[in-house]
């Protein structure tokens, strides 16, 4: 029964997501109703709300977490004060003599704004909206010019610094601290988001 709830759970959020319904009020709502409705049928226990709270505070907290908002905010700065089209106007100059200079420059500023913002969708459509005209009236062919930005907005994701190795640092530090604390070795090494940058570098590039 409960993997039935589980399954129901994931099915609700993503259907109210994809309505339209926003994305705090969905995870929240349907997880508490989803919760009432497992105390009703006996599998889950409501007493566990009252960590709730706790973890709330935790993740507001937490000195990691604190920089996706801020990487979310230089994103937007970059997109919002125009910048992002300046410095994509002055690598293409910059690359003009260069076989597809231009889409080296798409590359490298889709790959700063990935790596800033975290959202790809976002980047996508930034790119496509900035450098996808210019690429065309340059004569490059549409599926090219199509992939060049897909590319570049999805690839960014790990060069650092990225939103989604902040995540998953937090999230593998406590896994790994638990695995030592479980084999025995009380005082447990971490991995740091720092580590996580230093790994994701080069093959980010």
């Known amino acids: 029964m409960s993997g039935f709830l589980a399954l129901a759970l994931f099915a609700v959020t993503c259907g109210l997501i994809v309505v339209g319904y926003p994305v705090a009020f969905t995870l929240a709502g349907s997880a508490l109703i989803f919760a ?4 009703l049928l006996g599998v889950f226990d409501l007493g566990l709300l009252g960590a709730y709270v ?19 905010f230089m994103g937007v700065m970059l997109e919002r004060s125009k910048v992002a089209e ?27 704004l990935a790596a800033s913002t975290g959202i790809v969708g976002a980047t996508v459509v930034t790119m496509g909206l900035l450098s996808l005209p210019t690429m065309l009236r ?49 005082a447990p090494d971490t991995v740091s988001v720092g580590d996580l940058f230093a790994g994701a570098m080069v093959p980010g590039l």
């Open 138 to 186: 340059r004569g490059y062919d549409p599926s090219l010019a199509a992939g060049t930005i897909c590319a570049a907005g999805t690839l960014g994701q790990i060069i650092p610094p990225s939103i989604v190795l902040v995540l998953l640092g937090e999230v593998l530090s406590s896994a790994y601290q638990q695995s030592q604390l479980q084999r025995g070795i009380f």
């Open 86 to 112: 300046d410095l994509l106007d002055s690598m293409g100059f910059l690359f003009r003599r260069l076989p597809g200079g231009l889409g080296v420059s798409v590359i490298c500023v889709g790959a700063l």
């Open 54 to 72: 706790q973890q709330i505070f935790g993740r507001m907290t937490n000195p990691v977490l604190i920089a996706v908002p801020l990487f979310v």
């Open 36 to 39: 009432f409705i497992g105390n």
